[in-house]
């Protein structure tokens, strides 16, 4: 390879100091000249006009220089072998006129590099065509090269000298670190486990939700065992040529054994693991080949080459049986949601180096983000930082984490959204009614803060405080349905009309419902069972399809269950505001007045308790003059609230 590049580098040199040298003789010749006859330079020099001719080194060739400084040069050419002096005899000019001085005849000496010139112009052009030949054959081979190296391995090589990222920068998964610290011992000390006979795990299969860190376990395990890590996706096995993926394969683990001890990583395996002629994802020989490859090559380890496979994915279960068998993947790790113990230490791992204020209280946004994931924290972190900076403070306040925590989950407040008098007055009753519900069920979860900005793609939010529970009872069910209804039943108590905008409400209340009745056997008539077999994405909680398994008897059933259960939390929300009617035009009312209500000053508007002086609204304050509730025989037009209004047809 190495004479291979001193062999191109020795032709450019070549072609470059051809090149130089032909521009360097051009440039050295004499400059553009006016050419005269012999008989014409015979009288000017009889007129005293010629101060000097100089006879070049050829002897074919004169230069005129006259007497007068502002006449340009001329130039003779001689023909024949004759000397200047004899072709000017014949003109009448005999040689004691040269005695005179009048002109000075001088000749040039031969330069040594004229022959040289003269071969370079004659075998330049030569040299051209060899050397574009030349250069069109090396990048021929160049090409067939890379055609050649389809079958190398993509995988990008991390040597364990300068670990960036270990356990440490690690949190919320601790049972998973556990069970990868034994991998890290066994890279460092692999005697402390042959000399009883055991066998390291082969292949690990890390298995969780997008966003919860596999591939960033997979790297401080890389960290903290200071070996070679091969880090490849899935999808770069697959080529167009049959084949090529199965010679990737051979290929990555030939160099994981020349660097052995070493960890593998490939993520999202489910690219090529699929379980063959499953038929998901469609009939491919070449993804067929890589699976073969990578059964074969991962079974046929030899005992004493340290090389441990780790793999990541979301998808576990359309990987293929024979992938997942002892000898492969022998163990699997779930890495799951953190809860909020797990949450609370991901948020001080990324809030590590940045200027936090005293008020923020870590504890509090680990509660106030149930089902985030490390990468949402991460996020969460990152927009309030960047909030901080866009408002010039020097320090990161629990407000800007507030306000991010609300950016990730809805997207940010669009205050510019122009709306009517009737639309803002329609959506603080919408969202009172949700939070008046909640407030008086003792089920319902714990209201943190209720608005009319429009944020998103809803019109207003009532934000609650979700609690890490693994098991829902019925009567929470009940309550959740109740309060989802609490907006639509305000709309109809107040306006006697219904809008577009608990359309996303009945979504969430329909499949709740339906939930309880099919999935939870919370159904008194049809008892303990479960109707519908579903198919769903394991960790992406998303239905393929449902087996129907019960009779159109039993469907008719399901529906007035459904009905029933929805129609009793309709009469419920119905008669909690109804029975708290001014409670709702007070936090309606208030609503219109500062928009945003937090939960302590909410429990004190509906409590009748005395409102703190830091949330009076000035009289100055433009939103003093909205309009007043309606009564209920004024029906705005309905208007969508939670969702934005359908795209017309084209």
């Known amino acids: 390879m190495n004479s291979t590049r001193l062999t191109r580098w020795l032709v450019y040199l070549l072609i470059g100091a051809a090149v130089v040298a ?111 030949f030349y250069f069109i054959f090396r990048q021929a081979q160049g090409t067939n090269n890379q055609a050649m190296s389809f079958g190398k391995s993509r995988a990008r090589m991390f040597t364990g000298d300068h670990p960036t990222v270990g356990f440490e920068d690690v949190a919320g ?3 998973a670190k556990e069970e990868l610290q034994e991998i890290v011992e066994f890279l460092k000390e692999p005697e402390k486990f042959v000399s009883f006979g055991a066998r390291i795990p082969k292949g690990v299969l890390l298995v969780g939700s997008p966003g919860t860190g596999k591939t960033l376990l997979a790297k401080a395990v890389s960290g903290e065992a200071g070996v070679p890590f091969f880090s490849i996706a899935g999808s770069e096995f697959v080529e167009m040529f049959v084949g090529v993926g199965a010679s990737r394969v051979r290929d990555l683990f ?59 994915t979301n998808r576990p279960d359309i990987l293929d049986p024979a992938l997942l068998r002892p000898g492969r993947f022998d163990r699997r790790v779930v890495i799951d949601r953190p809860d909020v113990r797990g949450r609370e230490a991901i948020f001080r791992v990324h809030l590590r180096g940045k200027p936090i204020a005293g008020s923020v209280d870590v504890n509090v946004l680990a509660k106030a983000t149930p089902g985030f994931v490390g990468a949402d924290i991460e996020n969460t972190v990152n927009e ?28 940010p407040e669009r205050k510019s959204r122009i709306m009517s008098d009737e639309e803002k007055l329609l959506t603080a009753y919408h969202e009172s009614g949700h939070a008046l519900v909640g407030h008086f069920l003792p089920n319902a979860q714990t209201l943190r803060k209720v608005t009319i ?25 009940e309550a959740m349905i109740a309060t989802a209804l ?52 394991v960790f992406l909680g998303r239905e393929i399809s449902e087996q129907r398994d019960y009779s159109d008897a039993v469907a008719e059933k399901i529906d007035d269950e459904v009905r029933q259960i929805i129609d009793r939390a309709h009469a419920l929300a ?62 705005p037009h309905p208007s969508p609230l939670d969702r934005p209004p359908s795209p017309s047809p084209a």
Not at 103 to 131: C, D, H, K, M
Not at 384 to 411: D, P, Y
Not at 454 to 469: F, K, L, N, Q, S
Not at 495 to 513: I, P
């Open 22 to 132: 032909v521009l360097w003789s051009y440039s050295s010749a004499p400059t553009a000249q006016n050419e005269i006859p012999i008989s014409k330079l015979a009288q000017e020099i009889k007129a005293n006009e010629v101060a000097q001719l100089v006879v070049s080194s050829a002897g074919n060739e004169v230069t005129v220089i006259y007497e007068k400084p502002n006449r340009q040069t001329s130039r003779a050419s001689i023909s024949g072998v004759s000397s200047v002096e004899e072709i000017l005899a014949t003109y009448g000019i005999s040689s004691e006129a040269y005695a005179d001085g009048k002109p000075v005849i001088t000749y040039e000496r031969p330069s040594q590099w004229s022959g040289i010139l003269n071969l370079v112009g004659i075998f330049l052009p030569a040299i051209l065509i060899i050397g574009f």
């Open 173 to 175: 998964c601790d049972e």
């Open 254 to 312: 030939e160099q994981a054994k020349r660097n052995s001890p070493c960890i593998i990583f490939i993520d999202e395996i489910d690219a090529v693991g699929r379980q063959r002629g499953a038929g998901l994802g469609g009939s491919h020989d070449e993804r067929e080949q890589t699976l073969n490859q990578i059964l074969v090559e991962m079974d046929g380890f030899d005992t004493d080459v340290h090389v441990i496979i780790l793999a990541a």
């Open 384 to 411: 309030a930082a960047l909030l901080a900076a866009r408002q010039n403070k020097r320090s990161i306040s629990m407000s800007e984490f507030h306000e991010a925590i609300e950016r990730v989950q809805l997207g």
């Open 453 to 477: 900005i429009p944020r998103g793609m809803a019109g207003g939010v009532t934000w609650y405080m979700d609690e890490d529970i693994s098991f829902v009872t019925r009567s929470k069910f």
């Open 486 to 537: 609490g907006g639509r039943v305000a709309e109809e108590i107040v306006f006697g009309d219904v809008t577009t905008g608990a359309s996303n409400d009945l979504q969430q209340v329909t499949r709740l419902a339906i939930a309880m009745v099919t999935q939870h056997g919370m159904s008194d008539e049809l008892g303990l069972r479960v109707y519908g077999e579903k198919q769903e994405l």
């Open 574 to 635: 119905t008669k909690i505001l109804t029975d708290n009617r001014d409670k709702l035009d007070l936090v309606s009312q208030r609503l219109l007045e500062v928009e945003t209500l937090e939960a302590a000053e909410f429990a004190a508007i509906v409590e009748g308790k005395e409102l703190p002086a830091s949330s009076m609204p000035s009289s100055a304050s433009p939103k003093a003059n909205q309009p007043k509730p309606a009564e209920p025989s004024e029906r």
